[in-house]
C-alpha cells in the first residue's frame, strides 16, 4: 500500500483500491509508540475533501482524546483490537452514557454509532486501542467543537487530573447502571 504522509499522526492511502492488512496496522502500532502523543491513522479517503472518511487509528493507553462533538455529522467507531470505555457528555459535562468497548471476540460491544452531535472522548483501556471509525467529510476543522469544560493537551496536568475525574465519574455513572467492567 502507497501512503501519502500528512504529518506525524496521518497519512493518505494513495491506492485506488485501499487495502488494509495486519501487517498494515502492526506498522501503525510501532509508528503510534513513537509518537509523543502516541497515536497514528491511515486514512482510507485520499484527502481531506472526500465526502466519506474512514480511518484505521491506534491510541495507545494513556493516550488524552479531548472530549469533542462534530456538527451535523454522523460517527461511527467499529473496534478492531483492545479495549475502551466511550463516554459520552451532557453539555455541562456529566456523563450521560458508557459504553464500555472491545472487540467482536470479547462479548462486548465492539461498534457504536452517534448521530447526533454529542460530547464524547475515548478512555484507553488496554495497552493499544486499535479501531476503525467512519463520519463523514469533508474534513472542516470549525465543525469539531471542543467541550469548554476539558483542559486542552498542553496542560498535562490539568489533563491527568481531568481524565482522573472523568475515570471516576464513568466508573460512579457503571455503577448506579449496573454496567460490569
Not at 502507497?2 to 494513495?14: G, R
Not at 470549525?142 to 465519574?169: G, L, N
Amino acid at each position: 500500500m502507497q501512503l501519502k504522509p500528512y504529518n506525524a499522526e496521518v497519512v493518505f492511502a494513495a491506492d485506488s483500491i485501499v487495502q488494509i492488512a495486519g501487517a498494515d496496522l502492526a506498522a501503525l502500532k510501532v509508528e503510534a509508540a513513537q509518537n509523543p502523543r502516541r497515536r497514528k491513522r491511515i486514512c482510507a479517503h485520499p484527502d481531506s475533501g472526500d465526502r466519506l472518511h474512514e480511518m484505521f487509528i491506534v491510541h495507545e493507553r494513556g493516550c488524552y482524546v479531548r472530549p469533542h462533538k462534530h456538527l451535523e455529522k454522523c460517527e461511527s467507531l467499529h473496534v478492531i483490537e483492545g479495549t475502551a470505555e466511550a463516554v459520552f457528555f451532557n453539555e455541562d459535562g456529566s456523563v450521560r452514557d458508557v459504553v464500555l468497548l472491545g472487540d467482536y471476540r470479547s462479548g462486548a460491544p465492539f461498534f457504536y454509532r452517534v448521530g447526533e452531535p454529542v460530547y464524547h472522548t475515548l478512555l484507553i483501556t488496554s495497552p493499544v486501542f486499535v479501531f476503525h471509525e467512519t463520519t463523514g467529510g469533508p474534513f472542516r476543522r470549525e465543525d469539531t467543537i471542543f467541550a469548554p469544560w476539558a483542559p486542552t493537551e498542553d496542560q498535562p496536568e490539568a489533563v491527568e487530573a481531568f481524565t482522573r475525574s472523568v475515570e471516576a465519574a464513568a466508573a460512579a455513572f457503571k455503577h448506579t447502571r449496573g454496567i460490569a467492567s
